[in-house]
């Protein structure tokens, strides 16, 4: 047999085609030319006005299609985050996917009780603890609204939180220009002055607009605040259909995609070749709970179209949702729901995939569905690594081997199976396959229950690679208002 | 019911021309207006409820057959003396300072509106001071806030206080909701009524008031 040099195909999941894509993208357009928006935000109005934008009779702005065609050519292609130490670990371009958790949820599932209870700024510990152990989950958000801390400042407290409990890159809430600035100065604390954060960015912001078609001024702020820093940022919409946006996706999507397309237009007039993450947030409203659904396919599908338009023509890097679920507790509904959208994000090569952890439409947090989440992903990633094909992995040779080698002759025994087997199996860590008896020796455990344990496990071993005092002081310093 | 079979049908299916045009032969038919409303409208609108909780039925089967009732009303108003039909009730409603979440409050309004409450809408953000003063405005039975922000949650017992520095309190039942708000915090900070959906808030909302 000749030498085989194959590459290997990466499975990839395509849902749109290039003339739905470009449908998509003119009808974001139209929204734009013709209904426009309301910008609530002064400065941005002139500098959309300066720009070319016209105001309507009633206060709107429309904005024709070149401005916004303008401000996708000088937004960078791909978005570098670093890790707290300084290291690239988040390159998001291409179809590089990042999982991370989510941001506020009211709830969490006590790891001890299993019980539903109010969030507090001990499980933004936690949860930022677990992350930086689970080597599948990339970056952290708050995964807690917490009851214990000054409402006005919660944001920061919340950031300065999770800088203590953990050293990969952190994607975060603010309300205003106000805290926004307070937590960029923790940030540039920790990364050693402003310099060098710029450099190596290790946070992103979440903020977002309001479905359909209107930027409040605190919105603008951070918007605008981020694009002068360089801080990286999304500004996904509501756009969530039958909610914020049309019921019909391709609809929402253009809604979501023009609201988009107006943040970038103002952070790239701001600053331009400031890094922005594209893409809007297209779940759908369940029509009979009236709950914005986070396990739904709709939201999975309208991000694997984003990537898709991503590849036919933004080229920007996307922010997509995955891991999350509708259910109340951590049961075969979240894990089902968890794993549609985990596989399917990574086979549409989402970029910044948020919300891993979620339960209870974004209501709830458990500490058992991220450390779930982490080994889905694992699985999913086997998956979309594809099939290596090349002489080592068709194995003739010992193909032939064994089925000369006579009685007792088995693969298990080869030396070949001892060299490949790492790499050619997906080695669960806690998924369950052992042997009815052993399992049940063992406890008879439950996926939930093996995930609680490993949660306990983690958060009493795992040590964070702690900040240096003179660090943490000034943080303190800073949260005390001084 | 009966009488009304056709009426109630259109109603209940959404269907505007059908409904409009049974609506137009009882009214030609000089049937008492109150009883049309009552038992040609109403009627199948208590239905649709009844199916929608059962899930019989989705959101925008509710909204469209409740639109439906309204182009119905539309034929009757010019009949209407003035007091002939009282809403069940007067709602002022908001979403809370700092809060712009407004699907879910438009849902409840929408939701109570069709269940023959008269609504006041004040938008998102609204400030204590505008509820107080609205308040005062409308004299409303029903002062009802949305917050979907944990954050924003403290502006209601903050609306609450002030409904009572205004000497409103006593006259005014307070119903809120949103994703973060629970039964116990409603306890927790007196407010009379929380509801979980648009569906429970409308029966809530009927309670309150001691109507059916
Ligand atoms: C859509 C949405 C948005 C849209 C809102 C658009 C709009 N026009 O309303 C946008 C994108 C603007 C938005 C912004 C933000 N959001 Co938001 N949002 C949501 C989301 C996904 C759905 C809310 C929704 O519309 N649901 C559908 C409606 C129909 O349901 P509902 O609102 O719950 O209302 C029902 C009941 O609650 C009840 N009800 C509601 N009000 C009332 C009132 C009364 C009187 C009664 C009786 C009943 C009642 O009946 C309603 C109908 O059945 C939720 C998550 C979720 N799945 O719930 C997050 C969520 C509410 N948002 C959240 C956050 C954090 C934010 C931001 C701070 C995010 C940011 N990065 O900036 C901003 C804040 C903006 C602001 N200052 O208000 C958090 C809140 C966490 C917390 N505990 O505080 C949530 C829970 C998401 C999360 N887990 O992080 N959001």
Known sequence: MKSLNIPTFLPRLKVL?????????????????????KMEHPDAHQMLVDAGGKVTNDGRL????????????????????????????????????FYGTGSDATFTLDLETGQRRRAVLKDVANFARLVDNLENISFAMSMANPDDVPVEDIYVYVFAEMIKNINKPI??????????????????????????????????????????????????????????????ICL?????????????????????????????????????????????????LDMKSTVVSYGCPEWSLSQAALADMRDEMYGLPTWAYAGASDA?????????????????????????IHDVGFLEYGNTSSLEMVTMANELVAMSRFFTEGIPVNEGTLALDVIERVATGGPGSIFLTDDHTFDYFREAQFLPQLLDRSRYDSWKE???MDLYTVCNTEAKRILSEHQVEPKTDEVLNEVDRILKGR | MGEYKALNGAVLKGDINTATAEMQKAIDADKNVQDIIDNGLIAAMDEVGERFSKGLLFVPQMLRAAKTMQECMKLIEPLLQKGDVTPKGKVLIGTVRGDLHDIGKNL???????????????????????????????????VAMSALLSTTMPAMPQTIEALGKAGLRAKVKVMIGGAPVT??????????????????????????????
């Open chain 1, 17 to 37: 085609n290039r003339e739905q894509a470009l449908a998509i993208h003119q009808a974001a357009l139209e929204i734009l030319e013709k209904t426009g928006f």
């Open chain 1, 62 to 97: 429309t904005l024709p299609a070149y401005l916004v065609e303008e401000a996708l050519k000088t937004t960078p292609k791909q978005i570098a985050l670093y890790d707290q130490k300084g290291n690239k670990t988040m390159p998001l371009v291409d179809g590089n996917p």
């Open chain 1, 171 to 232: 994607v975060f809430i603010a309300d205003s220009g106000r805290d926004i600035a307070k937590i960029y100065e923790i940030a540039c604390l920790v990364a050693g002055g402003e310099e060098e954060f710029q450099k190596k960015p290790f946070m992103l912001n979440y903020s977002e607009a309001i479905s359909p078609l209107r930027f409040p001024q605190n919105v603008m702020e951070k918007l605008i605040f981020c694009a002068r820093k360089k801080i990286p």
């Open chain 1, 236 to 284: 996904p919409s509501g756009s969530n259909a039958g909610g914020g946006a049309p019921i019909t996706i391709a609809g929402a999507m253009a809604l979501g995609i023009a609201e988009n397309l107006v943040g970038l237009a103002v952070h790239q007039l701001t600053n331009k070749g400031a890094p922005f993450l594209f893409g809007p947030n297209v779940s759908t």
């Open chain 1, 328 to 352: 109340k507790v951590m049961d075969a509904q979240a894990g089902a729901e968890a794993m549609f959208s985990i596989i399917t994000a990574m086979l549409s090569r989402s970029n910044l």
């Open chain 1, 442 to 444: 063992a406890g008879a």
């Open chain 2, 108 to 142: 409840v309004s929408m939701m109570m509106e069709s269940a023959g409450f008269m609504i006041t809408d004040l938008g998102v953000d609204v400030p204590p001071e505008k509820f107080v003063q609205k308040a005062q405005e409308v004299e409303p039975d029903i």
């Open chain 2, 183 to 212: 039964e116990n915090y409603a306890h927790e900070i007196r407010a009379d009524a929380y509801a979980s959906d648009a569906g429970s808030a409308v029966s809530k909302a009927k309670k309150l008031l001691g109507i059916s």
